[in-house]
Protein backbone atom coordinates (compact mmCIF):
# COMPACT_ATOMS: atom_id res chain seq x y z
CA UNK A 1 0.00 0.00 0.00
CA UNK A 2 1.28 3.87 -0.68
CA UNK A 3 0.00 6.44 1.28
CA UNK A 4 -1.39 8.48 -1.78
CA UNK A 5 -3.74 5.23 -2.70
CA UNK A 6 -5.39 5.50 0.63
CA UNK A 7 -7.83 8.25 1.75
CA UNK A 8 -9.92 6.41 4.04
CA UNK A 9 -8.14 3.37 6.08
CA UNK A 10 -9.99 0.59 8.40
CA UNK A 11 -8.64 -0.83 11.29
CA UNK A 12 -10.27 -3.28 12.90
CA UNK A 13 -9.37 -3.27 16.52
CA UNK A 14 -8.30 -6.15 18.87
CA UNK A 15 -11.32 -7.77 20.56
CA UNK A 16 -9.78 -7.11 24.67
CA UNK A 17 -9.08 -4.21 26.39
CA UNK A 18 -5.29 -5.48 26.64
CA UNK A 19 -4.90 -6.70 23.35
CA UNK A 20 -6.53 -3.35 21.79
CA UNK A 21 -3.81 -1.05 24.25
CA UNK A 22 -0.75 -3.36 22.31
CA UNK A 23 -2.43 -2.74 19.54
CA UNK A 24 -1.39 0.92 19.74
CA UNK A 25 1.74 0.95 18.34
CA UNK A 26 0.76 -0.53 15.42
CA UNK A 27 -1.69 2.48 14.63
CA UNK A 28 0.90 4.91 15.86
CA UNK A 29 2.88 3.54 12.57
CA UNK A 30 0.28 3.48 10.61
CA UNK A 31 -0.93 6.88 11.16
CA UNK A 32 3.00 8.20 10.53
CA UNK A 33 2.65 6.23 7.29
CA UNK A 34 -0.49 7.75 6.22
CA UNK A 35 -0.45 11.13 7.27
CA UNK A 36 -3.27 12.65 5.39
CA UNK A 37 -5.59 9.26 5.70
CA UNK A 38 -8.98 9.35 7.77
CA UNK A 39 -8.37 6.41 9.95
CA UNK A 40 -10.71 5.00 11.54
CA UNK A 41 -11.11 2.09 13.68
CA UNK A 42 -13.58 -0.75 14.09
CA UNK A 43 -14.32 -2.36 17.62
CA UNK A 44 -16.52 -3.88 19.37
CA UNK A 45 -18.19 -2.06 22.61
CA UNK A 46 -15.74 -3.16 25.52
CA UNK A 47 -12.75 -1.90 23.42
CA UNK A 48 -13.95 1.05 21.46
CA UNK A 49 -14.13 4.05 24.55
CA UNK A 50 -10.10 2.78 24.19
CA UNK A 51 -9.97 4.76 21.06
CA UNK A 52 -12.81 7.42 21.37
CA UNK A 53 -10.86 9.50 21.38
CA UNK A 54 -7.08 9.10 20.60
CA UNK A 55 -5.43 11.65 18.90
CA UNK A 56 -4.02 8.37 15.81
CA UNK A 57 -7.82 8.18 15.14
CA UNK A 58 -10.35 10.02 13.46
CA UNK A 59 -12.87 8.22 14.18
CA UNK A 60 -14.72 4.72 15.93
CA UNK A 61 -17.15 2.56 14.63
CA UNK A 62 -18.87 0.16 17.60
CA UNK A 63 -19.61 -3.23 16.63
CA UNK A 64 -22.39 -4.01 18.96
CA UNK A 65 -22.14 -8.16 18.19
CA UNK A 66 -24.97 -8.66 20.85
CA UNK A 67 -27.00 -6.33 19.62
CA UNK A 68 -27.58 -4.45 16.14
CA UNK A 69 -24.68 -6.87 14.85
CA UNK A 70 -25.68 -9.94 15.80
CA UNK A 71 -25.75 -13.23 13.74
CA UNK A 72 -25.62 -13.35 9.98
CA UNK A 73 -28.35 -10.18 9.66
CA UNK A 74 -25.89 -8.28 11.88
CA UNK A 75 -22.93 -8.71 10.13
CA UNK A 76 -24.73 -7.98 6.74
CA UNK A 77 -26.07 -4.51 7.97
CA UNK A 78 -22.52 -3.80 9.57
CA UNK A 79 -21.05 -4.70 6.24
CA UNK A 80 -23.48 -2.48 4.72
CA UNK A 81 -22.47 0.55 6.99
CA UNK A 82 -19.12 -0.10 6.47
CA UNK A 83 -19.33 0.42 2.71
CA UNK A 84 -21.14 3.02 2.89
CA UNK A 85 -18.06 4.73 3.67
CA UNK A 86 -16.17 3.86 0.93
CA UNK A 87 -13.24 2.85 2.33
CA UNK A 88 -9.64 2.26 0.25
CA UNK A 89 -8.49 -0.27 2.70
CA UNK A 90 -8.67 -2.07 5.99
CA UNK A 91 -5.87 -3.81 8.27
CA UNK A 92 -7.75 -6.77 10.00
CA UNK A 93 -6.02 -6.75 13.38
CA UNK A 94 -7.08 -10.27 15.03
CA UNK A 95 -6.80 -13.53 13.42
CA UNK A 96 -10.47 -14.83 13.51
CA UNK A 97 -12.48 -15.94 10.68
CA UNK A 98 -15.25 -13.23 11.41
CA UNK A 99 -13.36 -9.97 11.74
CA UNK A 100 -12.25 -10.61 8.10
CA UNK A 101 -15.35 -11.28 6.71
CA UNK A 102 -17.08 -8.53 7.35
CA UNK A 103 -14.50 -5.94 5.59
CA UNK A 104 -14.92 -8.78 2.54
CA UNK A 105 -18.86 -8.56 2.79
CA UNK A 106 -17.96 -4.25 2.65
CA UNK A 107 -16.26 -4.64 -0.61
CA UNK A 108 -12.98 -2.76 0.61
CA UNK A 109 -10.70 -3.30 -1.69
CA UNK A 110 -7.35 -3.92 0.28
CA UNK A 111 -7.67 -6.28 3.15
CA UNK A 112 -4.72 -6.80 5.03
CA UNK A 113 -4.26 -9.25 7.67
CA UNK A 114 -2.67 -12.91 9.07
CA UNK A 115 -3.30 -15.75 7.01
CA UNK A 116 -5.65 -18.20 9.65
CA UNK A 117 -8.58 -19.71 10.53
CA UNK A 118 -9.33 -20.37 7.02
CA UNK A 119 -10.05 -17.28 6.19
CA UNK A 120 -6.83 -16.44 3.96
CA UNK A 121 -9.55 -16.05 0.89
CA UNK A 122 -10.84 -13.17 2.26
CA UNK A 123 -7.83 -11.09 2.49
CA UNK A 124 -5.79 -9.36 -0.63
CA UNK A 125 -2.54 -9.36 1.39
CA UNK A 126 -1.82 -12.49 3.64
CA UNK A 127 0.79 -12.62 6.39
CA UNK A 128 1.98 -16.31 6.02
CA UNK A 129 3.23 -16.32 9.92
CA UNK A 130 2.73 -20.33 9.63
CA UNK A 131 1.31 -22.00 12.84
CA UNK A 132 2.33 -21.70 16.27
CA UNK A 133 2.61 -18.73 18.22
CA UNK A 134 4.42 -15.31 17.54
CA UNK A 135 8.31 -15.70 18.88
CA UNK A 136 8.20 -12.41 20.99
CA UNK A 137 5.83 -9.89 22.14
CA UNK A 138 2.26 -9.22 20.91
CA UNK A 139 3.28 -5.71 20.42
CA UNK A 140 5.76 -7.09 17.76
CA UNK A 141 3.16 -9.35 16.61
CA UNK A 142 1.09 -6.52 15.41
CA UNK A 143 4.03 -4.48 13.92
CA UNK A 144 5.55 -7.04 12.01
CA UNK A 145 1.94 -7.81 10.73
CA UNK A 146 1.47 -3.76 9.05
CA UNK A 147 5.36 -4.37 8.35
CA UNK A 148 4.39 -7.33 5.63
CA UNK A 149 2.54 -4.29 3.50
CA UNK A 150 5.74 -1.77 4.11
CA UNK A 151 4.49 -0.01 6.84
CA UNK A 152 7.07 0.70 8.96
CA UNK A 153 8.42 3.59 11.39
CA UNK A 154 6.77 5.33 13.91
CA UNK A 155 6.46 4.68 18.08
CA UNK A 156 6.79 1.31 19.61
CA UNK A 157 5.61 2.39 22.77
CA UNK A 158 1.56 1.69 23.30
CA UNK A 159 0.35 4.67 24.19
CA UNK A 160 -2.90 6.16 25.43
CA UNK A 161 -4.48 9.21 25.42
CA UNK A 162 -7.56 11.07 27.86
CA UNK A 163 -9.16 14.47 27.46
CA UNK A 164 -8.06 17.60 29.62
CA UNK A 165 -12.15 17.19 31.20
CA UNK A 166 -11.01 13.51 32.01
CA UNK A 167 -7.67 14.46 33.43
CA UNK A 168 -9.70 17.44 35.64
CA UNK A 169 -12.39 14.52 36.52
CA UNK A 170 -10.13 12.42 37.47
CA UNK A 171 -8.45 15.04 40.35
CA UNK A 172 -11.75 16.21 41.67
CA UNK A 173 -13.17 12.51 42.44
CA UNK A 174 -9.68 11.95 44.27
CA UNK A 175 -10.03 15.28 45.69
CA UNK A 176 -13.42 14.25 47.22
CA UNK A 177 -12.10 11.42 48.75
CA UNK A 178 -8.91 13.50 50.32
CA UNK A 179 -6.31 12.82 47.70
CA UNK A 180 -4.55 16.41 46.14
CA UNK A 181 -2.31 15.87 42.98
CA UNK A 182 0.94 16.13 45.17
CA UNK A 183 0.05 12.29 47.23
CA UNK A 184 1.46 9.12 46.06
CA UNK A 185 -1.36 7.28 44.50
CA UNK A 186 -0.79 3.29 44.76
CA UNK A 187 -2.86 1.61 42.14
CA UNK A 188 -4.17 -1.89 43.38
CA UNK A 189 -5.89 -3.71 40.44
CA UNK A 190 -6.92 -7.51 42.09
CA UNK A 191 -8.94 -8.42 38.70
CA UNK A 192 -8.73 -9.94 35.81
CA UNK A 193 -12.00 -10.75 33.74
CA UNK A 194 -10.55 -13.92 31.47
CA UNK A 195 -10.91 -15.98 34.49
CA UNK A 196 -9.55 -16.90 38.28
CA UNK A 197 -6.52 -18.46 37.10
CA UNK A 198 -4.78 -15.37 36.30
CA UNK A 199 -5.57 -13.48 39.91
CA UNK A 200 -3.81 -13.40 42.57
CA UNK A 201 -5.40 -13.58 45.95
CA UNK A 202 -7.00 -10.73 47.81
CA UNK A 203 -4.92 -11.42 51.27
CA UNK A 204 -1.98 -11.19 49.85
CA UNK A 205 -2.85 -8.11 47.69
CA UNK A 206 -4.20 -6.02 50.93
CA UNK A 207 -0.62 -6.74 53.01
CA UNK A 208 1.21 -5.79 49.71
CA UNK A 209 -0.66 -2.16 49.83
CA UNK A 210 -0.17 -1.60 53.58
CA UNK A 211 3.48 -2.24 52.91
CA UNK A 212 3.46 -0.10 50.16
CA UNK A 213 1.46 2.59 51.55
CA UNK A 214 3.39 2.62 54.80
CA UNK A 215 6.96 2.42 52.76
CA UNK A 216 5.95 5.64 49.98
CA UNK A 217 3.32 7.10 52.43
CA UNK A 218 1.14 6.08 49.65
CA UNK A 219 -2.72 7.07 49.50
CA UNK A 220 -4.71 3.75 48.15
CA UNK A 221 -7.17 3.00 45.10
CA UNK A 222 -8.30 0.00 44.79
CA UNK A 223 -9.92 -0.59 40.90
CA UNK A 224 -11.86 -3.51 39.52
CA UNK A 225 -14.88 -4.03 36.69
CA UNK A 226 -18.55 -5.09 37.59
CA UNK A 227 -17.51 -8.64 38.35
CA UNK A 228 -14.95 -8.03 40.63
CA UNK A 229 -16.53 -6.07 43.65
CA UNK A 230 -16.45 -8.87 45.94
CA UNK A 231 -12.56 -9.04 45.37
CA UNK A 232 -12.75 -5.29 46.18
CA UNK A 233 -14.77 -4.84 48.96
CA UNK A 234 -12.31 -7.75 50.58
CA UNK A 235 -9.45 -5.97 49.83
CA UNK A 236 -10.72 -3.00 51.44
CA UNK A 237 -12.07 -4.21 54.55
CA UNK A 238 -8.20 -5.65 55.38
CA UNK A 239 -7.05 -2.44 54.85
CA UNK A 240 -9.86 -0.89 57.51
CA UNK A 241 -11.75 0.92 55.01
CA UNK A 242 -8.70 2.94 54.47
CA UNK A 243 -8.86 3.01 51.03
CA UNK A 244 -10.47 4.39 48.17
CA UNK A 245 -12.69 1.27 46.55
CA UNK A 246 -13.60 2.02 42.85
CA UNK A 247 -14.36 -1.45 41.97
CA UNK A 248 -17.62 -1.38 39.71
CA UNK A 249 -17.95 2.57 39.56
CA UNK A 250 -15.85 3.70 36.62
CA UNK A 251 -16.21 3.45 32.83
CA UNK A 252 -13.76 3.12 30.66
CA UNK A 253 -12.20 6.64 29.62
CA UNK A 254 -12.84 7.69 33.57
CA UNK A 255 -10.19 3.94 34.61
CA UNK A 256 -8.02 5.42 31.76
CA UNK A 257 -7.71 8.68 34.00
CA UNK A 258 -7.90 7.62 36.83
CA UNK A 259 -4.91 4.77 36.66
CA UNK A 260 -2.59 7.73 34.88
CA UNK A 261 -3.13 9.65 38.03
CA UNK A 262 -1.29 6.67 39.85
CA UNK A 263 1.76 6.91 41.37
CA UNK A 264 2.19 3.12 41.36
CA UNK A 265 0.15 0.26 40.07
CA UNK A 266 0.13 -3.51 41.29
CA UNK A 267 -1.68 -5.46 39.36
CA UNK A 268 -2.85 -8.81 37.84
CA UNK A 269 -2.16 -9.78 34.26
CA UNK A 270 -5.29 -7.81 32.78
CA UNK A 271 -6.53 -4.62 30.65
CA UNK A 272 -5.65 -2.40 33.33
CA UNK A 273 -1.99 -3.49 33.39
CA UNK A 274 -1.83 -2.66 29.41
CA UNK A 275 -3.42 0.71 30.16
CA UNK A 276 -0.57 1.51 33.28
CA UNK A 277 2.16 0.72 30.94
CA UNK A 278 0.22 2.70 28.15
CA UNK A 279 0.55 5.67 30.48
CA UNK A 280 3.85 5.42 31.52
CA UNK A 281 3.07 4.24 35.10
CA UNK A 282 5.29 2.11 36.87
CA UNK A 283 3.80 -0.99 37.78
CA UNK A 284 4.35 -4.80 39.27
CA UNK A 285 2.67 -7.35 37.28
CA UNK A 286 2.16 -10.80 38.74
CA UNK A 287 1.85 -13.26 36.13
CA UNK A 288 0.38 -17.19 36.64
CA UNK A 289 -1.43 -18.80 33.95
CA UNK A 290 -0.34 -16.64 31.21
CA UNK A 291 2.37 -16.51 28.88
CA UNK A 292 4.40 -13.39 30.61
CA UNK A 293 6.98 -13.50 27.37
CA UNK A 294 4.17 -12.34 24.65
CA UNK A 295 1.65 -10.45 27.00
CA UNK A 296 3.68 -8.59 29.72
CA UNK A 297 3.25 -5.14 29.84
CA UNK A 298 5.58 -3.69 27.17
CA UNK A 299 7.35 -0.86 29.15
CA UNK A 300 10.32 -0.31 30.84
CA UNK A 301 8.46 1.35 34.18
CA UNK A 302 7.43 -2.65 34.83
CA UNK A 303 8.53 -5.83 36.61
CA UNK A 304 6.60 -9.05 36.29
CA UNK A 305 6.52 -11.28 39.35
CA UNK A 306 6.29 -15.04 38.75
CA UNK A 307 6.96 -18.43 39.79
CA UNK A 308 8.51 -20.33 37.15
CA UNK A 309 6.48 -23.82 37.44
CA UNK A 310 5.86 -26.78 35.03
CA UNK A 311 2.39 -26.29 34.67
CA UNK A 312 2.64 -22.05 33.56
CA UNK A 313 2.01 -20.98 31.03
CA UNK A 314 -1.72 -22.75 30.48
CA UNK A 315 -3.86 -20.13 30.00
CA UNK A 316 -6.79 -21.76 31.33
CA UNK A 317 -9.41 -20.10 32.97
CA UNK A 318 -9.82 -21.94 36.12
CA UNK A 319 -6.81 -23.89 37.65
CA UNK A 320 -8.05 -27.91 37.49
CA UNK A 321 -4.78 -28.23 40.61
CA UNK A 322 -3.75 -26.74 43.20
CA UNK A 323 -3.01 -23.11 41.32
CA UNK A 324 0.89 -23.31 42.10
CA UNK A 325 1.40 -20.78 39.78
CA UNK A 326 -0.07 -18.22 41.98
CA UNK A 327 0.10 -19.60 45.50
CA UNK A 328 4.31 -19.92 44.88
CA UNK A 329 4.40 -15.85 44.52
CA UNK A 330 4.42 -14.33 48.05
CA UNK A 331 4.07 -10.74 49.64
CA UNK A 332 7.41 -10.93 50.00
CA UNK A 333 8.22 -11.09 46.14
CA UNK A 334 5.81 -8.56 45.44
CA UNK A 335 6.57 -6.09 47.76
CA UNK A 336 10.30 -6.40 47.47
CA UNK A 337 10.11 -6.34 43.47
CA UNK A 338 7.92 -3.30 43.33
CA UNK A 339 10.35 -0.89 46.00
CA UNK A 340 13.45 -2.07 44.38
CA UNK A 341 11.48 -1.32 40.55
CA UNK A 342 10.67 2.47 42.10
CA UNK A 343 14.25 2.68 43.85
CA UNK A 344 15.37 1.54 40.15
CA UNK A 345 13.31 4.16 38.32
CA UNK A 346 14.53 7.16 40.72
CA UNK A 347 18.14 6.20 39.58
CA UNK A 348 17.39 5.88 36.24
CA UNK A 349 18.27 2.15 35.89
CA UNK A 350 15.37 0.77 34.24
CA UNK A 351 16.21 -1.34 30.98
CA UNK A 352 13.74 -4.08 31.01
CA UNK A 353 10.01 -4.88 31.45
CA UNK A 354 10.70 -8.36 31.24
CA UNK A 355 11.73 -9.38 34.82
CA UNK A 356 10.77 -11.95 36.94
Not at 141 to 154: D, E, M, N, R, T
Not at 216 to 239: C, H, M, N
Not at 244 to 267: D, P, Q, W, Y
Request: net charge neutral; proline share 6%; hydrophobic share 40%.
Amino acid sequence: MQPASVRRLLVRSANWIGDAVMTTPAIGSIRRFFPKADITVLANTLVAPIFSPHEWIDDVITFDRLGAHKGVAGRLRLAAELRKRSFDAAIILPNSFDSALVPWLAGIPVRVGRKSDGRGFLLTEAYNRGRGPFPGHEVEYYLALIKHVGIAGGTTQPKLFVTAEEECAADALLARHGMSPDDFILGINPGATYGSAKRWYPDRFAEVARRLAEEWSAKIVIFGGPGETAIAADIDARLGGSALNLAGKTGVRELMALIRRCSFFVTNDSGPMHIAAAFDVPLTAIFGSTDHAGTSPYSKKSIVVRAAVDCSPCKLRECPTDHRCMTSVSVDDVTAASIELLRSISHGATDSNHNE
